[in-house]
């Protein structure tokens, strides 16, 4: 097939990847130009980083950094008052745990798509799309037609309501993040900083609770040269309206935030030049994932909250799903293009909008964030999702061992070879699929939810 993918973000090139890797020809268009580097840190968990392995992905230009631990610190005394041990998610779970700087991660991402042949067209806005058609057109009048069409332009995208068939606007919870990236090597200046991350028992998260009730995450990222820190406050009204990942604040703000903090905390932001903002948004999710000839996927579709470092590894699962639903060896034989690609459609729903909606409703679980609605989350999921549950908001702190076994053992390529059995009409009978804690053959975990 003649494929395009609208948007050059995480889930876009991992589409495009997945999609040539399948043996289709495949043109990724993006509206920016890749001129500046954005964007902080991403934690990538074992289920994420078990697709980036079968790619080939070259982790060591990348620079992750391993995580072994996690920490809660009281931000007044720096008292360690919670901490949880990592060092058996890549033995338990079959592959790593760990950050990279959002730009490493996708230069790798594109440098896999470019040496598959992925054609990457930039400064290409898409300005509107026809689903039934498969054809969309860029600012400038150029019409662009394709066999197949995977929508990735995340979660500002304009074109989800002719995709779902109803609105599901992006909505603010009343929670802003400032976030930056600080030379570790400056933080670790300060005396006490110094000794109360000495004192870990490796990298990870260090997460300080504020007086005032926020909550400050900090993580390293590029080999341990950069501390990625988010500091989840109330909204200010006069920033309330910026939405974009990269909008500019100032070091004012973000110190009366964190007033009565020791001032080891209050002298990390000052190691940094810029302090960035953005307003916490979240979409409820759809039944309904595609529509004629086009795909939603990733943020585009499932956006979420970043509670549990799920929604950059959704995005990777999306895509692994798409590289052994669509392999064109898989076509040959079969019904002409236009029935088969319903079907395959229809599969894909089947094996990815359990997960990653249930993922989504859960990612809202979270007292230091949002707790709206929780009376009713569990009916949410089964219109989705009919297995087993973390005993959630409490099974659900971010990290936890439940979190772990819920959500990081799961291979989508297993799964999706599972789901092909079923291609020629895209129905999956019950009891076949896996959509949580698939660790290892004949190996019961505690949270093993199976449809």
Not at 94 to 104: N, P
Request: net charge negative; aromatic share 10%; hydrophobic share 40%.
């Amino acid at each position: 097939m003649d494929i395009a993918v609208i948007g050059a973000g995480i889930a876009g090139l991992a589409a495009s990847i997945a999609l040539t890797r399948a043996g289709h020809r495949v043109t990724v268009y993006e509206k920016s130009s890749f001129k500046n580097e954005i964007g902080a840190a991403i934690l990538v968990t074992p289920n994420g980083n078990r697709v980036l392995r079968r790619w080939g992905f070259d982790f060591e230009k990348a620079r992750p950094v391993d995580f072994k631990v996690f920490r809660f610190v009281d931000a007044v005394t720096l008292h360690v008052a919670v901490e949880d041990c990592f060092d058996d998610v890549e033995d338990r779970f079959g592959d790593r745990m760990c950050a990279y700087h959002r730009v490493d991660l996708h230069a790798g991402l594109k440098d896999l798509a470019e040496a598959a042949g992925v054609e990457i067209r930039l400064g290409c806005e898409v300005v509107s799309v026809e689903v039934e058609k498969g054809e969309f057109e860029i600012r400038g009048g150029e019409r662009v037609v394709r066999d197949f069409v995977v929508l990735a332009d995340g979660c500002h995208t304009h074109f989800l309501p002719q995709v779902t068939g109803e609105d599901t606007p992006t909505v603010k919870i009343g929670k802003s993040v400032y976030r930056w990236l600080a030379p570790f090597s400056k933080v670790l200046e300060h005396p006490d900083a110094k000794r109360l991350w000495g004192e870990a028992k490796g990298p990870g998260f260090c997460t300080f609770y504020l007086p005032n009730g926020c909550m400050m995450v900090t993580y390293p990222c590029r080999n341990g040269d950069l501390l990625n820190c988010a500091v989840f406050h109330d909204t200010r009204a006069d920033e309330s309206h910026k939405l974009d990942w990269d909008s500019n604040t100032t070091h004012e703000k973000v110190l009366e935030t964190m007033q009565g903090c020791h001032d080891a905390v209050r002298s990390i932001p000052l190691t940094a030049e810029h302090m960035k903002v953005y307003t916490v948004t979240q979409r409820r999710p759809s039944p309904r994932i595609h529509a004629g000839k086009v795909l939603a996927i990733g943020d585009t579709i499932h956006h979420m909250l970043p509670t549990h470092a799920q929604g950059g590894c959704s995005a990777l699962e999306d895509a692994g799903a798409l590289e052994v639903l669509f392999a064109s060896s898989s076509f040959a034989a079969l019904a002409p293009l236009p029935s088969e690609l319903s079907a395959r459609l229809r599969l894909y729903t089947r094996l990815r909008l359990p997960r990653s909606a249930t993922t989504q409703i859960l990612s809202s679980t979270n007292p230091r964030m949002t707790m709206e609605g929780l009376a009713t989350k569990k009916d949410e999921i089964r219109k989705f999702y009919a297995g087993d549950l973390v005993d959630f908001p409490l099974g659900c702190i971010s990290w936890s061992r439940p979190v772990r076994e819920f959500w990081y053992g799961y291979d989508v390529f297993g799964q999706a070879e599972r789901a092909m059995r079923y291609k020629a009409d895209g129905v999956v009978p019950e009891g076949v699929l896996t959509w949580f804690g698939d660790v290892s053959p004949g190996e019961k975990m505690e949270f093993a939810g199976r449809v």
